[in-house]
Structure formats: C-alpha cells, structure tokens
C-alpha cells in the first residue's frame, strides 16, 4: 500500500510558521540540535533577499499525512546558475519522519515537480544559494553544528540512499581543540620566518576594516588566481563581508601577515554564533539582541 500525503505549498503566515517549527518538534529531544535562525532561512526565500530568484524559481512544500499531522518538508528548486552536464535542479531544507515510505513519497514528489520542469536529475539536500550555508548531508560528527551548517538525524542517509541518491561530493570540517599542541611544523615555520624583519604579522582591527578589506582582497584573488573559474573578490564585496560580521569579529583571533609591508597571508577566525544562537529558539528579535 502506497503512503498517500497531502502536499501543501507554503506562501503564508501559517505555513510559513510550520515550515519552521516542524524540525524543532522533529528534533525535540536530540540534545545536539540547534535551530537555525528563522531570518536566515526566510532569507533564502524572499526574493528581495536572495538574488538566485534572478535566474531561477524555487517553491517549498510541507506534507501532511491521512490525520493532517505534518510528516516531513522540502524545498525545490532550480538554479540557471548551477551548471551541470544534464540539467539538474536541486533539492533542501529536507525533514522527515524516520519512515521511508513517506520519505519515498516527498522524493517521489520532487522529481516529479523537477521532471515537468525538464530537469534530468536532482542533487540535494543542498541550497537554494551559496554552499556556505545550509548544505549537504550530515553522515558523520553528530555534534552541536557550526552556525550555517546543516544538521540532520542519522537515519537520514538511509532514507536517501535508499531512494537512490549517491554520493556527488564530500564536504568536510574540521575542528581542533584550542589549546592542543600546534603541529612541529608551524613551530619551525615560526622560529625561522619572524627572525625576517621583513615578515610582520598583525592582529586585524575592528576599526580598520576598509585597510583590512584591501589586504584580505588581495590575499584571496593571489590564492585563488589558478583555480580554474577564477573567483575573484573585488575590495566593495570584502568590505560588506567584513561589516556583516563586524559585531563578532575579536581583534585577536584574526591575523594578516605582510612582507615588505605587501599582504601574503591571513588567518580569519570568528567565534561560533551557534553557540549564542543556541538558547534564542531560532528568534532573533530586539529582545534576543539584548539577551
């Protein structure tokens, strides 16, 4: 017997509402989740905010099963910009229940939404945007997530897998405990370069972001200069990257280093806004700002 459920578009208050506080429900009891801010995925969705509706559609869905219980969610989408041989749209913001035939019948209703669309295939769960957030399939380290990542249950791959998703690519983060010992390398490194007059490392300064800006422009286009598409990053998009961060950025933990007064490198660290983000229930308000 096939799971029949009823599917519903969201595009108002009320769907809106459960699109985001289904997952919450779903993971009540999993001491490692942490709500993504609702802002951020609403973001994702207005196309005011997000310039991929420029030269692409998205719509997202919840289901519903004989009850008028919601059983899972998913957003569907196609993005001009994301080039592959066979055209293929993109999956995300995926929950379900740990059922694969409901799971089964969500997929089934994407590839068909994909399928009338003339898509050949379909990656997901990833973003209707940049990878920096809300990308990719959590398989291993079920841990509190980093801010932007996504986080789901184990049974996840399953429900996947069993459908028939593969493996297109593996993303990986990595962590390390503040005070280990840092590799001999680095020791070594270090020993021998700031013996060099002309090597200077300096903290990077809230106050300075403009002189900032231009050193981490320069830093990122010579270090990406011969990777093929050529990401460029020009001083205005650096500058408004920096100012968005600029409540969280610490003078301390974020360095550039210069020889001959030139930027060669830098090492950019930002502490992890889950890590507050966690005890504001995804709300981000005057009141959560104050908190």
């Known amino acids: 017997e096939e799971t029949v459920l009823k599917s519903i578009l969201v595009n108002d208050n009320t769907s809106i509402k459960e699109f985001l506080e289904f997952p919450a429900r779903l993971y009540k009891s999993d001491k490692n989740y942490i709500r993504p801010l609702d802002k951020d995925i609403e973001e994702v969705f207005n196309p005011k905010k997000n310039k991929f509706f420029r030269s692409g559609e998205c719509s997202r869905y919840l289901f519903q099963d004989q009850n008028g219980k919601t059983v899972g969610k998913v957003a569907v ?63 291993e380290g079920f841990h509190e997530p980093l801010y932007g990542m996504n986080y789901n249950a184990p049974y996840y791959k399953t429900l996947f897998e069993n459908y028939g998703f593969q493996v297109y690519f593996n993303q990986l983060c990595y962590g390390r405990p503040i005070h280990a010992a840092v590799s001999e390398v680095f ?105």
């Not at 913001?93 to 009338?116: G, R, Y």
């Not at 209707?128 to 809300?134: Q, S």
């Not at 950019?268 to 104050?290: A, R, T, V």
Request: one cysteine or more; aromatic letters at 14%.
């Open 77 to 139: 989408f196609i993005n001009k910009k994301y080039k592959q041989k066979q055209p293929t749209g993109g999956i995300g913001f995926f929950d379900c229940i740990n059922d694969q035939e409901t799971a089964n019948s969500i997929l089934d209703f994407c590839k068909n939404w994909h399928q009338e669309k003339g898509m050949e295939a379909m990656d997901g769960p990833i973003n209707f945007g940049e990878r920096d957030k809300f990308w990719g399939l959590l398989i």
């Open 187 to 291: 020791t070594k490194m270090h020993a021998k370069h700031s013996k060099n007059p002309d090597i200077v490392a300096l903290p990077m300064k809230r106050n300075q972001l403009v002189k900032f800006a231009k050193d981490f422009t320069v830093v990122y286009n010579k270090a990406w200069a011969s990777h093929g598409e050529g990401k460029q990053m020009d001083e205005a998009k650096t500058l408004k990257m920096l100012n968005t961060v600029k409540p969280v950025l610490n003078d301390h933990i974020s360095w550039f280093v210069y020889h001959k007064g030139e930027p060669i490198a830098m090492w950019m660290n930002i502490p992890d806004l889950n890590q507050w983000f966690k005890y504001l229930n995804g709300k981000f308000g005057i009141w959560q700002k104050i908190k």
